[in-house]
């Protein structure tokens, strides 16, 4: 009985990706497929307490869905957080603002809801970040670098953008729109233009 629960939240979870496939306008099945890959254990152990009703429901007792959430959350925020490894950690509704983040590694980093008003993510790698309804105005992206990074519906009012690179990035078209309209500089790292990246014409 367990051997089919797990061969029902596989073939869902195989069902959604391929729905996000055929569906590029749709930014969560988009969230959804770019979490999948990224996180595929966490999302299908996820599932399996979602339906547990369905799937190996003595699993919920062993494991409860708050020490799922929190094993990836940044705990020690402060306002000098300069060249840290902060590979696939989390940030939900993070007060960022104002904080020291350049040069840090937060490849596959999860930044949702969060605020980095005027932060400081000079030369930072974001590369495959997730960075959903999250505020980047004001904030020095310069030099960093958002290769497939998904941020959709976050907002880069007046960030500083020299050098950065976007290359396959997912951006709202109003602020993909925004950020070209005052795009320059090559990424000192991938020798990308930011022009280039955003793919402005």
Do not use: W, Y
Request: glycine share 6%; charged share 20%; aromatic share 4%.
């Amino acid at each position: 009985m367990a051997r089919g629960g797990a061969g029902v939240c596989h073939n869902v979870a195989v069902q959604v990706t391929a729905a996000a496939t055929r569906s590029r306008l749709h930014p969560l099945l988009m969230l959804l497929l770019h979490l999948l890959r990224k996180h595929v254990s966490s999302v299908l152990v996820g599932l399996l307490l979602t339906t547990s009703l369905i799937c190996l429901p003595q699993a919920a007792q062993a494991i409860t869905a708050p020490e799922l959430r929190g094993q990836f959350a940044v705990q020690d925020i402060n306002s000098d957080m300069h060249g840290r490894d902060l590979k696939e950690k989390e940030f939900l509704k993070a007060d960022l603002r104002g904080v020291d983040l350049s040069e840090t590694d937060l490849r596959g980093a999860v930044i949702n809801t969060s605020q980095l008003q005027g932060a400081d993510l000079h030369g930072a790698n974001l590369e495959d970040v997730v960075a959903f309804s999250s505020r980047f105005d004001e904030t020095d992206l310069s030099d960093a670098n958002f290769t497939n990074a998904m941020l959709m519906q976050s907002r880069f009012v007046d960030a500083q953008i020299e050098g950065t690179d976007f290359t396959n990035a997912v951006i709202d078209l109003t602020q993909m729109k925004a950020l070209c309209s005052r795009a320059n500089g090559v990424n000192s790292r991938s020798g990308v233009s930011t022009r280039e990246s955003l793919g402005c014409r």
